[in-house]
């Protein structure tokens, strides 16, 4: 189970901290990701890493990158997606993912079947 927190209305060029907490597995084992979708979008990949048998590196995407931080903490079995300088069209529904990453791959290229049920993130003045 994955649940998401940590959405809200920030101005631009703030800053948010996303969290998912996972339960029911061992968190260190999956790839993880965050994804988003804007109204009238498609969802998209924001960022991923790879698993403890396959850690590869963190994708960003270029949209993002320099600005969003993932990190994980599987001794607490937790999340993060650190937002900073955000923009408006940063505006979305952000949901985590995870992937049992069975092989080895590029981390934005797993199917990720386990997903939370999202957290809205408004960037507005």
């Known amino acids: 189970q994955l649940v998401e927190s940590g959405g809200g209305l920030v101005q631009p060029g703030g800053s948010l901290r996303l969290s998912c907490a996972t339960s029911g597995f061992t968190l260190d084992l999956y790839a993880i990701g965050w994804f988003r979708q804007a109204p009238g979008k498609e969802r998209e990949g924001v960022s991923c890493?790879?698993?403890?048998?396959?850690?590869?590196?963190?994708w960003y995407a270029d949209s993002v990158k320099g600005r969003f931080t993932m990190s994980r903490d599987d001794a607490e079995n937790m999340i993060y997606l650190q937002m900073d300088t955000v923009k408006p069209e940063d505006t979305a529904v952000y949901y985590c993912?995870?992937?049992?990453?069975?092989?080895?791959?590029?981390?934005?290229?797993?199917?990720?079947?386990?997903w939370g049920q999202g957290t809205q993130v408004t960037v507005s003045s």
């Open positions: 993912a995870t992937d049992p990453a069975l092989y080895e791959d590029l981390c934005n290229r797993y199917p990720y079947n386990t």
């Open positions: 890493m790879g698993s403890s048998n396959y850690p590869g590196y963190t």
